[in-house]
């Protein structure tokens, strides 16, 4: 089973509008961590922000924002005041605490490409 | 500071050729992943690497191994190369004194292209 789904392949959205990138996850360890990056055309993975399943308030990072659905094991990237420089894939990760170690493997979904429009 | 530093940034090679990627982690970071990006998907776990000892191991063929040195820098090494290992390698560098919150650092990526 995929530990990371991204359903959306493609999301559009105009400029200075909000958008929600999905992202649903599969553990059954009670310990992990969710992570979105931003992937640009030139390759690198920028961090953008992170929810630990134990954090009762959903994380938020300027204009990043993850709605998390513990229950229903969902971790929504909500990006507001979208700017062309957003266009670029995101990818949803998670680490699972493997055995305790907190060490482990980054899990990542297909990703969503996104495209800000004028 | 600079960041994760891999080399070359390019690469083509022949099917059957052994290749080396190189990764220089953030400085003071001691644990070095390696991830594998195939056009289209989102990147896949090979190794991970802590105070030179090889912590993690993907699902992957014994044609890939890896090292760390004591700097803490780390090489990947794929031998008999095939086709479908064409893609962008990535290199992650982390500190693990944040425990799961652990942010992983990338560099900019290896395209590899197996011809």
């Known amino acids: 089973a995929q530990k990371i789904t991204q359903t959306q392949p493609g999301m559009f959205v105009q400029e200075k509008e909000a958008v929600t990138l999905d992202c649903t996850y599969d553990?059954?360890?009670?310990?992990?961590?969710l992570f979105w990056y931003k992937q640009p055309s030139s390759g690198e993975m920028i961090f953008l922000i992170y929810?630990?399943?134990?954090?009762?308030q959903n994380a938020t990072e300027g204009r990043y924002s993850l709605n998390f659905q513990k229950a229903r094991k969902s971790a929504n990237l909500v990006i507001s005041a979208s700017q062309l420089g957003d266009s670029a894939m995101y990818f949803c990760?998670?680490?699972?605490?493997?055995?305790?170690?907190?060490?482990?493997?980054?899990?990542f979904g297909r990703g969503t490409q996104l495209t800000v429009w004028p | 500071d600079a960041g994760v530093t891999q080399s070359p940034t390019h690469l083509i090679k022949t099917r059957g050729q052994q290749v080396t990627l190189r990764c220089s982690p953030i400085?003071?970071?001691?644990?070095v992943s390696w991830y594998q990006q195939v056009l289209g998907q989102g990147p896949q776990f090979i190794f991970q690497?802590?105070?030179?000892?090889?912590?993690g191991r993907g699902n992957f063929p014994d044609r890939f191994s890896a090292r760390q040195f004591p700097n803490y820098s780390s090489e990947l090494n794929v031998n008999a190369l095939l086709l479908g290992d064409s893609a962008l390698y990535l290199c992650a560098s982390s500190s693990v004194d944040r425990g799961l919150h652990t942010e992983a650092f990338f560099g900019q990526g290896t395209r590899l292209t197996v011809v």
């Open positions: 400085s003071g970071h001691k644990s």
């Open positions: 690497y802590y105070e030179k000892e090889e912590r």
């Open positions: 929810q630990g399943s134990y954090d009762q």
């Open positions: 990760a998670m680490r699972e605490a493997d055995r305790g170690s907190t060490l482990g493997r980054l899990y």
């Open positions: 553990t059954s360890d009670p310990s992990y961590g």
